[in-house]
């Protein structure tokens, strides 16, 4: 482990049309002194080729070629060849202000947090920011019992007793993370071929072993929406895979003693990802009576019926607060309907 030394990893697959605009970002920072782990995770364009010109251009990089096998995995990857005293996971689709890390290491120093957490701007296919999440914790600093206790929760979600969010989120990529934490926790990331936001659950974990974490009110990271994930793909077991990801984190929280507040707060993903995978459904290309049916034996779904009926909803907003409704009521065409007319306005947007 090297001191002031930060590892970058960047997992890289199929991704030639953004990850120039990726790694420029990246060794433009104004902190220079980086090592820049490209993972090439069996890309099957020419990000292979274009990681290792980077890596005659700038002698920070890094390349590690390796067969594929998901985005967890190539992070694992990343952090076996790390040798810095911090590290941060980009996606290679995504971009970062030149000031993040100058700013993430310099707080994390002056604080000796275990992590540092900042916002990030939502970026539509087109490159425009559509949201902006500054993170408005009520502290700026959390330690010992408080970081399970108190940030944890609100980083899974919002509050659902009175809708307040602190616009922080339980992802891989909106922070800096101290080597030493991974190393003395023995932490990786599960992949996603077995658990779904796999990012979430590895953090779930991690967590427990957290002792400081620093929050920088600014937003640094640009998520950005790419024509890939434009292209949605109806897949048959979407529902199953995301109660297997709940349960799978509820599990976790009796393992490792987290507070019931963390438990009731994976109602939150749950729901969400659940709407997700019922947009997926109306827009694909199955006829109207087949979409009605699979929505059919989702909405009837026992555990969904739980969820649904046990989350608050006075504080939703009215349309979700509308869904929700018609979902605990088994309306089961007033549900297909408000989804046409939610996936129709964001298609529109998209245009």
Known sequence: MELGL????????NVEKYLDRCIESVVGQTYSNLEIILVDDGSPDRCPQKCEEWAKRDKRIKVIHKANSGLGYARNTG???????????FDSD???AQDTIEKAYATAKTSNSDMVLFGHYDVDAQGKIVKTYIPTAK???YEGAEVQDVLLPDLISDDPETGKSTNLWLSACFCLYSMQ?????????VSE??????????LLRLYKTVKRVAIIPEAFYYYCENEMSLTHTYRADR????????????DACNELQYNVDVKKRFAGPFISNTIASMKMIVIADL????????????????????????IPLNKEKRGKKLFLTAIKGKKYWLCYYLLRVKVGKVRGKKK
């Not at 930060?6 to 697959?13: D, E, F, G, R, T």
């Not at 952090?79 to 590290?87: D, K, M």
């Not at 071929?193 to 590895?202: A, C, F, L």
């Not at 529902?239 to 509820?250: A, M, P, S, V």
């Open 193 to 202: 071929r077995d658990i779904i936001s796999e990012d979430v659950y590895s």
């Open 139 to 141: 502290k700026e600093n």
């Open 79 to 89: 952090i076996e060849y790390a040798s810095g005293e911090y590290i941060c996971f």
């Open 6 to 13: 930060v590892s970058i990893v960047l997992p890289v697959y």
């Open 181 to 189: 934490l991974i190393e003395e926790s023995n932490w990786r990331f």
């Open 94 to 96: 995504d971009y970062v």
């Open 287 to 310: 006829d109207k009576k087949e979409k009605i049916t699979i929505l059919k034996q989702i909405i009837d779904d026992s555990l969904l019926q739980k969820v649904v009926h046990e």
């Open 239 to 250: 529902f199953e895979r995301i109660k297997k990801f709940y349960l799978d984190c509820l």
